[in-house]
């Protein structure tokens, strides 16, 4: 072979080897060299047993024994029956024998339906392992987590978890159009594809579900929440059922998008009022159809009334009974239908982050059982940073699902390193003081507030066709770290960005310790260069892309950047206390205390909350025009930070990784520097002030920063 050939051959190898990093996601299973937790493992995982033999079972089984193989380079034997010691056994409560049973019985107690128990057990003197659950998707999360215990290199000694997950649905939103374009979504194209299926079955949507089971996710709604009719003919719903059966072994219910019009549009109907008998009949007999092709089918999602989406007040009706009719329909087969709760309107005049909880909390109590409320995690529109949505907490008889945006819509799409799970947890963990201290948003998601039977959060997906799946390698944190807040909304961010980390990269605490607190400390970065201080939605129209707090020509008010931050001579914020539009009203008494005074208002919301002058003291003395540039400042520091700590990661990581991540935060810190040059040249036309010291003087004009045009910005519809 000639030297050309072989270097080429080489390189053509380890790209290869590279790219199937970015492929695996968290399911890496990278050999483990710690020699010590190697001979532990080997000496335990010499055999694996399986009771049962379902579909779902199989694949448990051979996840076991690929990371096993993978993680130790030790092929476990695979035997029939319990013989010596040191056995890994799996299998549901019912397929298990009778020994074991006994053995766990009280064990079973501690789980439910899709929890899990892990546990070294003596049998007849004999030590073993056993992975359990109630039945063989709960069996398969077992293995899942056994084998992330392998990966981030626990002792296996004397192990004893018990864990459910503390909600029902967790579920994925993939606003994927028919045409496999993705609205907000900056990692290609759609993974369905509709051409081709149902005949043919890409690897992908087995991989998929396999990562999406491996996190616990059991739900997923396959197409945009700005639907289309056709996904709910024959024609689709054939490829439908060919996706639900793909899905089905690892736990995971397919659910559609409901467009409202459907029964005009693809039913030749002449109305879709909610209260008209055909109309009824019409969902009916569609959710039979599907039901009869996909017996487990989840039920259906639906944006109504709803920036120009269809819905029941088009007929005088509203939001009940709409939700109730399309409930009707799928209750005799166990469906739910998700009911979105984002809706502002161009007719109401009012404070847009107030609209949502206006119309629908006086429906509490209202919606039939099988109705769960879907809420964005705040009132605007999945912000940086947004304080919690009023709703929460705030309809004791309607169970509500979390709504989070796990696309990167605005923060920087799939460019920008934000760890999200850090947003999500501040959500989860923020006090509603509905029924007292202490009524977190994470208790009304997981039902415990007010004893919720159905319980769920929903995540819009960032998935696409990318070889990477998620655009930016540390996107895939998010969608982990999503199915794991889905499972626990307690968990705590840093564990994630641990497991993740370890599962994803390596073991090595020289690449972890610094790495986890880069990602800790990206959201607050991403905060402080887009929008501090509770500033929001003051990017540019449309895309969404890069800074546009100029923005004030759209037709709806609400639209516009200049609506969100009110800048002008006197200052900058949005008054929503009780001297503006009184939105911190709909809070409990306590909160609305907290965000309504100016001097007990984190700061980190103080410009959501209040309009305050450019000369008004922040609590480290700065005034605000100072303060505000230097966290814009602080910002694009912290990018430049993350730089750093990231070129010193090359000899822990593959390469291909290693570099692309080095070219992302190249950008990042660029457009960093963007967000903060363009929002302080325009609001600085107002302050009037000089930058003060510390903060780089912009290298370009305002004018230059609003001659830019995006034409092509991806996910835009
Ligand atoms: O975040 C906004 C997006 C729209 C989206 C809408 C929604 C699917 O800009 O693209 O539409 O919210 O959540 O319905």
């Known amino acids: ?77 695979i035997k029939k029956e319990i013989e010596g010691e040191n056995n890994l056994i799996i299998g549901s409560q019912f397929s298990l024998n009778s020994d074991l049973q006994k053995a766990l019985q009280s064990d079973f107690e501690k789980i439910n339906n899709e929890g899990f128990i892990i546990k070294s057990i003596a049998l007849k003197n004999k030590k073993q392992l056993i992975i359990t659950g109630k039945n063989d998707v709960a069996v398969l999360y077992g293995v899942f987590s056994f084998l992330r215990l392998m990966q981030t290199n626990k002792s296996l000694k004397d192990l004893n978890i018990a864990d459910s997950p503390k909600t029902n649905i967790r579920i994925l939103n993939h606003w994927d159009n028919l045409d496999r374009t993705v609205e907000r979504g900056y990692a290609g194209f759609s993974l369905w594809n509709w051409q081709k299926l149902p005949d043919f079955i890409d690897q992908r949507y087995i991989d998929y579900a396999r990562a999406n089971a491996s996190i616990g996710i059991n739900g997923t709604v396959l197409t945009n929440v700005n639907a289309n009719a056709l996904i709910l003919t024959p024609q689709y719903l054939e490829k439908v059922e060919a996706l639900a059966n793909v899905f089905r072994p690892y736990g995971i219910k397919v659910y559609l998008t409901a467009r409202f019009s459907a029964p005009i549009e693809i039913g ?112 605007i529109d999945f912000q940086p940073r947004e304080p919690f949505h009023p709703l929460f907490g705030a309809m004791p008889k309607t169970p509500l699902m979390m709504e989070f945006q796990i696309t990167q819509e605005y923060l920087g799409f799939s460019t920008h390193l934000v760890f999200l799970p850090k947003l999500f947890q501040e959500v989860l963990a923020s006090d509603t003081y509905q029924k007292g201290k202490g009524s977190t948003v994470a208790k009304v998601v997981d039902g415990s507030l007010y004893n919720n039977k159905i319980t769920g959060i929903a995540g819009v997906a960032n998935i696409g066709n990318d070889l990477n799946w998620t655009g930016h390698p540390f996107a895939q944190a998010n969608w982990y770290g999503f199915g794991r807040l889905a499972w626990n909304p307690y968990l705590d961010a840093e564990v994630i960005a641990d497991e993740w980390l370890r599962s994803t990269f390596s073991n090595d605490e020289n690449f972890i310790k610094p790495v986890k607190k880069m990602m800790m400390e990206s959201r607050e970065a991403v ?191």
């Open 1 to 77: 072979m000639t030297l050309s050939r072989f270097v080429f051959l080489f390189v053509l190898i380890s790209f290869s080897a590279s790219a199937q990093k970015d492929y695996k996601l968290w399911l890496q299973y990278n050999k483990i060299t710690n020699p010590e937790i190697v001979s532990e493992y080997k000496s335990s995982l010499k055999s694996i047993i399986s009771f049962g033999n379902s579909e779902t079972l199989k694949i448990a089984t051979k996840e076991l024994e690929t990371g096993i193989l993978s993680i130790l380079d030790q092929k476990p034997e």
């Open 268 to 379: 030749n109907l002449k109305t879709a009022d909610p209260k008209d008998p055909e109309v009824m009949n019409w969902w009916k007999n569609k959710a039979t159809e599907i039901y009869k092709r996909i017996p487990d089918f989840g039920g259906f999602l639906v944006k109504a009334n709803s920036e120009g989406q269809p819905g029941p007040q088009n007929y005088g009706r509203d939001h009940v009974d709409g939700a109730n009719m399309l409930a009707d329909a799928v209750a005799p087969f166990g469906g739910v239908i998700m009911w979105r709760a984002f809706v502002y309107s161009e007719h109401d005049a009012n404070d847009r982050a107030k609209q949502a909880y206006a119309e629908f909390q006086p429906y509490d109590g209202k919606f039939k059982e099988n109705v769960i409320v879907q809420v964005k995690n705040g009132a």
């Open 527 to 717: 905060v402080n260069y887009m929008t501090p201080l509770g500033l929001h939605h003051i990017m540019d129209t449309g895309h969404h892309y890069g800074p546009g707090p100029w923005v004030s020509n759209l037709s709806r008010p609400e639209w516009n950047p200049v609506y969100y931050h009110k800048a002008d001579k006197n200052g900058i914020g949005f008054d929503r206390s009780k001297t503006g539009t009184n939105a911190t009203a709909q809070y409990a008494p306590e909160v609305e205390k907290l965000f309504d005074n100016l001097e007990t208002c984190p700061e980190k919301d103080l410009l959501w909350f209040h309009h305050v002058s450019w000369d008004y003291k922040l609590k480290n003395g700065q005034t605000l025009w100072n303060g505000l540039a230097l966290k814009y400042q602080e910002g694009v520091n912290q990018v430049a930070a993350m730089q750093d700590v990231w070129n010193k990661t090359g000899k822990y990581i593959d390469s291909e990784r290693f570099h692309e991540v080095q070219m992302l935060l190249e950008i990042q810190y660029k457009e960093a520097k963007w967000w903060r040059d363009a929002c302080l040249l325009y609001f600085q036309q107002y302050s009037g002030k000089e930058l003060p010291l510390g903060v780089e003087k912009p290298t370009q004009t305002l004018d230059y920063f609003k001659s830019l045009k995006f034409p092509f910005a991806p996910g835009n519809g």
